[in-house]
C-alpha cells in the first residue's frame, strides 16, 4: 500500500527557518506536491517537485530525494501567519492518484 | 467558475439519514477527487473521475457511500444511512489533466456532522 509519514507537530519561533520533513512509499511515484491548510480552510497549493533537487519560491523552498523516498518543505523568516498545517501529498499511479500524509501542524510563536 | 465550489458548507444529519454532497469543479478541469478528512488528519482519498469516467472508488469506505459526475462537471458524492462515524469534512478538488504535475485545486469541504 501507498505509505506517507511526516511529523504530527511542530513548534517555531517567529523569524526562524523549519523544515518539515515528509518520508514516501507509493507505487508508479510522479512527483511530491506541499500544501498549507489552515483550520477551517481548503488546501491550498505551495509546491510540487519531479526532480531531485531543490526548488526554491520565496520564503518556501521544497526539496525531493527520489532515491531516498524523502522531501522537506523549508519555511524562512517564519510569520506568524505560516501557523497552518502543511500536507505532504505523493502523485502517484500514473497521475491519477494523489495521497496525502496526515499533516504536520506548525505553530509559529513570537 | 472561479475556484472550486462546494455545497453545503455544513451539515447536520440524524443517524440513519441519507444525504448529497456538492461539487463545482472548476470549469474544463477533467480530473475531480473526493477526499475525507477528519478532524486533524489529511485528506484520505474516496474517489477519482476524469471527465464523468470513476476511475478510482477504492478509497469508499462502505457501500452506502457513492459518487457520480455524470455530464463530466459537477459531481455529487452521496452518503445512505449515515452513521456517527461518517462525521467529518468532505473535500472536492479538479485539476487540468490528472495529477502529473498539475495542480489540484481544493474547494472549501462540506462538514458532515451526524447525530
Known amino acids: 500500500g501507498q505509505n506517507i509519514d511526516q511529523p504530527t507537530e511542530m513548534t517555531a519561533t517567529e523569524g526562524a527557518i523549519v523544515q518539515i520533513n515528509c518520508t514516501y512509499q507509493t507505487s508508479g511515484f510522479n512527483g511530491l506536491f506541499w500544501y498549507q491548510q489552515h483550520a477551517g480552510e481548503a488546501p491550498t497549493f505551495l509546491s510540487y517537485n519531479v526532480l531531485d533537487g531543490l526548488e526554491e519560491k520565496g520564503r518556501f523552498s521544497s526539496f525531493l530525494s527520489r532515491s531516498k523516498g524523502y522531501s522537506y518543505l523549508l519555511l524562512k523568516e517564519l510569520q506568524m501567519k505560516d501557523s497552518a498545517s502543511y500536507l505532504c501529498a505523493a502523485d502517484h499511479n500514473a497521475g491519477n492518484m494523489l495521497t496525502f500524509g496526515g499533516g504536520t501542524r506548525l505553530m509559529v510563536k513570537p | 467558475g472561479a475556484g472550486v465550489s462546494q455545497s453545503p458548507r455544513y451539515k447536520v444529519a440524524k443517524r440513519g439519514q441519507d444525504v448529497a454532497l456538492r461539487c463545482d469543479p472548476i470549469?474544463?478541469?477533467?480530473?475531480l477527487f473526493w477526499y475525507q478528512q477528519a478532524l486533524g488528519q489529511g485528506p484520505e482519498f474516496l474517489t477519482y473521475?476524469?471527465?464523468?469516467?470513476?476511475?478510482?472508488k477504492s478509497g469508499l469506505p462502505s457501500d452506502r457511500f457513492f459518487a457520480e459526475r455524470p455530464e463530466g462537471s459537477v459531481s455529487t458524492l452521496k452518503i445512505q444511512r449515515t452513521q456517527q462515524e461518517d462525521s467529518a469534512v468532505y473535500l472536492c478538488a479538479s485539476s487540468r489533466e490528472g495529477t502529473g504535475g498539475s495542480e489540484a485545486f481544493f474547494g472549501q469541504g462540506t462538514r458532515l456532522t451526524v447525530v
Open positions: 473521475f476524469q471527465n464523468e469516467a470513476q476511475l478510482d
Open positions: 470549469s474544463g478541469h477533467v480530473s
